[in-house]
């Protein structure tokens, strides 16, 4: 074995220039597979990022301006929703968890307690908004049925809030405190985290009718929200456009109103969204097989260069005796080291490249924890070396059959 591994170097550094070339070509391939992967997850992973906080099935509805005339209502209505219409859109089929939203004056309060003060985002909403934001409760509660039905003066805090106005506390004694939101004292019955980042942690939820009833909404709705369970993109878009219509019936407002309501259906965009990564990671592939098969073609035309230069050596080894099958044998392991070398020489490097970007490139909208597809690229490897066996083989087993006498003249 130790004869043949010898004969395998001595062969392959007899001829470095060819040697080289023919390493590199694969070891590109392989190294270009593995950073077009690593990439493509990364940018899969930060397109991911964006919808972290909010659920991929959720529908939300904000109010417009109608453009139509209907029943004798004049065009360039100003739609606004009400309590009743979150009713409405309850018993409908489909909806999941339903939600509102009031938003007070500026959208922002002022909440204090004893001196430390600071503005910061009010939500007021109903309790099924926790599926809407996927909001982590870490402490105490979310809103219930019974702060809304009672009108009570609680509120749950986001981290950064609290962390602020109730520095150096544990989380246990911040629950059951009173803040003072916008002139009126709240309880604080839980504390919440969010993974979409400090803007999302730096707001508070109160119920939607204690904060109508604080600032004088009376029964004003901004926004409803709701998720659709596992619904298609057809049946959601058909959901929306059911609730839509009942919305606009209890508001006198024409069925086919383009503007009366904007409708953004989350799960149409992530679902597209995963076209866009099929896509992505289809021309990923093709990119990566072409550069593969590239370094296949460079190893099978080198292979046949490498025979026509030992046509005298394999006619004097066949002279001496040599079978046909241990000539072959010589060429292809030729082959296959350089192309099982190269290919993992390739794989390292795109593996390391990848985790370069990963160390150093800081997390974007564009790239976020790019991810080297490892498994993937040895496989490609593995067939990378058995298709350089095969581009050896060809020319290695014309060259055995020519006759040794015809061999050596021809040299």
């Known amino acids: 074995m130790s004869d043949l591994l010898r004969e395998l170097v001595e062969d392959v550094v007899r001829h470095p220039l060819r040697s080289t070339l023919t390493a590199l070509s694969v070891a590109w391939g392989t190294f270009m597979l593995v950073v077009l992967l690593g990439l493509g997850t990364g940018l899969q992973n930060?397109?991911?990022?964006?919808?972290?906080?909010?659920?991929?099935?959720?529908?939300?509805?904000y109010d417009?301006?109608?453009s139509l005339p209907y029943q004798g209502h004049r065009v360039g209505r100003e739609v606004q929703f009400v309590e009743a219409d979150i009713g409405r859109v309850e018993s409908l089929p489909g909806v999941e968890h339903l939600t509102g939203r009031f938003y007070p004056p500026g959208r922002r309060a002022l909440l204090k307690v004893g001196d430390r003060a600071s503005a910061y985002g009010v939500r007021s909403v109903h309790p099924d908004h926790v599926y809407l934001e996927n909001t982590l409760v870490v402490a105490g509660r979310f809103l219930n049925p019974l702060d809304l039905s009672d009108k009570r003066k609680v509120v749950v805090l986001g981290r950064e809030v609290a962390d602020f106005l109730f520095r150096g506390q544990r989380d246990e004694q911040v629950l059951g405190q009173w803040v003072d939101l916008a002139g009126t004292p709240f309880r604080v019955v839980g504390l919440f985290e969010d993974e979409g980042g400090d803007g999302e942690v730096s707001i508070v939820y109160i119920p939607i009718t204690t904060a109508r009833t604080v600032f004088r909404g009376g029964d004003r709705v901004h926004q409803i929200m709701f998720t659709v369970g596992d619904a298609s993109v057809e049946e959601a878009n058909q959901i929306a456009s059911v609730v839509t219509r009942q919305v606009a019936q209890s508001h006198q407002i024409h069925p086919d109103d383009p503007t009366a309501f904007r409708v953004r259906n989350y799960l149409e965009q992530f679902q597209q969204l995963q076209g866009v990564f099929?896509?992505?990671?289809?021309?990923?592939?093709v990119v990566g097989i072409g550069t593969v098969l590239a370094g296949v073609v460079g190893v099978g035309n080198i292979m046949l260069v490498s025979v026509q230069e030992r046509t005298a050596e394999i006619g004097l080894r066949k002279a001496l005796g040599a079978t046909p099958g241990r000539i072959v044998a010589g060429v292809v392991r030729e082959a296959v080291l350089l192309t099982a070398v190269a290919g993992y020489t390739g794989v390292v490097a795109g593996v390391a490249a990848v985790e370069a970007i990963r160390t150093w490139v800081p997390d974007n909208d564009y790239l976020r924890n790019p991810e080297p597809e490892v498994g993937v690229a040895l496989v490609a490897m593995g067939l990378l070396v058995l298709a350089g066996a095969v581009a050896g083989f060809v020319p290695a087993w014309r060259a055995a059959t020519v006759d040794p006498i015809t061999a050596l003249r021809d040299a």
């Open 64 to 66: 417009g301006e109608t």
């Open 46 to 61: 930060s397109v991911r990022w964006q919808f972290r906080d909010d659920a991929t099935n959720s529908i939300w509805i």
């Open 278 to 285: 099929l896509m992505l990671e289809l021309f990923t592939w």
